[in-house]
């Protein structure tokens, strides 16, 4: 495999719309060689350019609450339609549902396309990250991990984490 990718997408200064990048922060020294860790602020239509040439690609952001706080969805972005009621929490026009529309019909997905969405409870500016989806960030940032790991050792065909 080559060209691995993670994409913490977020605001930190936004309550828990903050946990794409506390994933990425948490990924530091985590994850194999090679794989790059990058943090997405702006309107996602750069999703695309950003995983150009990877094969492996694993998305974090913050998603509307429908479950709860600190709840974790896991998506096959390739396989799995979002499920009835979850978005990810997007402030932008252009979001990452969008973007992996765009992608798969310019025939521009990477072979691994998954997404870990945190539900959140607050979104507005200043507001600290809740403790549940605090809980959640390190949950996910260990499956990242595993996820990253699988994928560097070629292992991609298995089942990655859930």
């Excluded at 252009?94 to 529309?101: C, E, I």
């Excluded at 949950?139 to 990655?160: I, N, Y």
């Amino acid at each position: 495999m080559t060209g691995l990718l993670v994409i913490g997408i977020g605001n930190l200064d936004c309550g828990d719309d903050a946990a794409g990048p506390l994933v990425a922060r948490r990924l530091a020294g985590r994850v194999p060689p090679g794989v790059t860790i990058q943090v997405r602020t702006g309107d996602m239509i750069g999703l695309i350019e950003d995983w150009t040439g990877c094969d492996g690609v694993v998305l974090v952001d913050a998603a509307a609450p429908v479950g709860g706080p600190g709840v974790i969805h896991h998506l096959d972005l390739l396989r799995d339609e979002l499920p009835p009621g979850l978005s990810f929490a997007s402030t932008h026009v252009f979001g990452v549902a969008d973007a992996v529309g765009l992608a798969r019909a310019l025939g521009q997905l990477p072979r691994h396309l998954i997404a870990y969405a945190i539900e959140g409870a607050t979104f507005e500016p200043g507001a600290p990250v809740s403790p549940a989806v605090a809980e959640a960030v390190e949950a996910v940032a260990t499956r990242v991990a595993a996820d990253m790991h699988r994928l560097a050792t070629g292992l991609a065909g298995l089942p990655l984490a859930r």
